[in-house]
């Protein structure tokens, strides 16, 4: 039976990377609401260093994954968040978009947009992986949106993000999930 499971996993990762499907975190079932967010620190675009692990007990996070900077749709969802967040502000929320691409490419990127939010980098992919993220062997994140509550555990995920409305739809989210005001 082991030898069954074994061979069944290979052929679910091998059949992923050559379609691009997402790769779950090694050993791990796909993240879902209630799940405790994994831990990272990643760069910014502003030139910080930020860690999930310092919000906990503080504020809410969203995490905006998209795939490549620079690209029509990751552009659009970016000013989205930019041109909509007077919305996203008025909540007790720490918010990002995040990337696998290098932190100098982010930080262009956001330079470019003149984005008033840090935009974070994950070059090796390590924290789109343990976010089940990862697209298949293309090292891009899939376009998914995580919802963190203020005790670390995921209250939700978009998997279907409209780019260039998104900035009012995690407005819209933050309320129906119940996230406080400032």
Not at 27 to 46: H, I, M, T
Not at 71 to 78: D, H, S, Y
Request: net charge positive.
């Amino acid at each position: 039976m082991r030898k069954l499971s074994l061979a069944w996993a290979v052929v679910v990762a091998v059949v992923g990377a050559i379609f691009g499907f997402g790769v779950l975190r090694a050993g791990a079932a796909e993240l879902k609401p209630g799940d405790p967010a994994p831990d990272f620190s990643l760069r910014g675009s502003d030139g910080r260093t930020y860690q999930l692990s310092s919000f906990r007990g503080k504020q809410a996070v969203v995490l905006a994954w998209f795939p490549k900077a620079f690209t029509p749709g990751c552009t659009a969802e970016c000013i989205s968040f930019h041109t909509q967040g007077a919305g996203l502000k008025a909540f007790d929320v720490a918010y990002f978009t995040i990337s696998c691409d290098q932190p100098e490419t982010n930080q262009k990127f956001a330079q470019s947009l003149d984005v008033d939010y840090p935009i974070l980098s994950d070059p090796g992919c390590k924290v789109a992986k343990e976010y089940g993220v990862v697209n298949g062997a293309r090292k891009m994140a899939q376009r998914w949106t995580f919802y963190i509550d203020r005790e670390g555990k995921i209250a939700k995920i978009d998997k279907s993000v409209k780019t260039k409305t998104h900035g009012e739809d995690v407005a819209a989210a933050l309320k129906a999930l119940g996230v406080a005001k400032k």
